[in-house]
């Protein structure tokens, strides 16, 4: 991707110093250099000076408009130097984008430029909700698959780099990987799967709050409230 000096991108960077703990959050870019792309960003929470971050290409996303935008499409927007997911309340993709999004247990609505809003289109890009599985050791010696939640950075080369929930970046088979069902909003009586720690389990959709950007669900007898990035069709 080529990139000016004030153009914005989507990247994943890391949380503090060393790249075991990664978020995805929205900047200005400052330069590129061979094959990274470099942001200014605050060196922490409390000091605010900018220090310089060199991020792969490959995982960095300039920030463009979507095509259309239509009420309750799912999309990822950036905020307090990080990302959060919501779902669209009105918008032309021209002019400014009204999206209502969960951060930090609460919710909120805010315009937003609609280069700065990122629509999830239940399909494996940059940024999409995914879950991955791996095949793990049983009872009585037997060998059961297990899925868990992450966020998709790219895929090449038939490998996956995906971040997990808790923000460890790895490398995993892609055919491994698969879109979570975001893009539409789950009805009460639904079969899904629901994120529970760092697994996806079974679970029956209860209600749809807020217009899906939040759902109760039944997983084994008990009613829990789980973001829409954490709600999906069974993964196969």
């Given at each position: 991707m080529d990139y000016k000096p004030g153009d914005k991108a989507w990247s994943v960077m890391p949380v503090s110093a060393g790249w075991e703990t990664l978020k995805f959050t929205l900047n200005d870019v400052k330069r590129t250099e061979e094959d990274s792309v470099v942001?200014?960003?605050?060196?922490?929470?409390?000091?605010?000076?900018?220090?310089?971050?060199?991020?792969?290409?490959?995982?960095?996303?300039?920030?463009?408009?979507?095509?259309?935008?239509?009420?309750?499409?799912?999309?990822?927007?950036a905020t307090s130097g990080a990302r959060a997911f919501g779902r669209v309340l009105s918008g032309d993709t021209k002019t400014t984008v009204k999206v209502r999004y969960r951060f930090a247990g609460t919710s909120e609505e805010k315009d937003f430029d609609p280069r700065d809003v990122l629509k999830l289109d239940g399909k494996l890009s940059f940024g999409a909700p995914v879950g991955y599985s791996e095949t793990k050791d049983a009872d009585k010696g037997e060998r059961k698959v297990v899925w868990h939640p992450a966020q998709l950075v790219q895929v090449s080369d038939a490998k996956a780099w995906i971040v997990t929930n808790g923000g460890k970046p790895i490398r995993v088979e892609a055919s491994s990987v698969k879109p979570m069902g975001v893009e539409s909003i789950h009805r009460p009586g639904d079969k899904v799967w629901a994120v529970r720690g760092d697994e996806l389990v079974p679970a029956e959709l209860i209600e749809a709050m807020e217009d899906g950007l939040r759902y109760k669900v039944k997983i084994e007898g008990e009613e829990v409230t789980v973001s829409l990035e954490g709600v999906t069709q069974p993964l196969k």
């Open positions: 942001f200014d960003v605050p060196s922490s929470a409390t000091d605010t000076k900018p220090v310089e971050v060199f991020v792969p290409n490959a995982f960095t996303l300039a920030a463009t408009a979507a095509d259309r935008l239509d009420r309750n499409d799912p999309v990822m927007v």
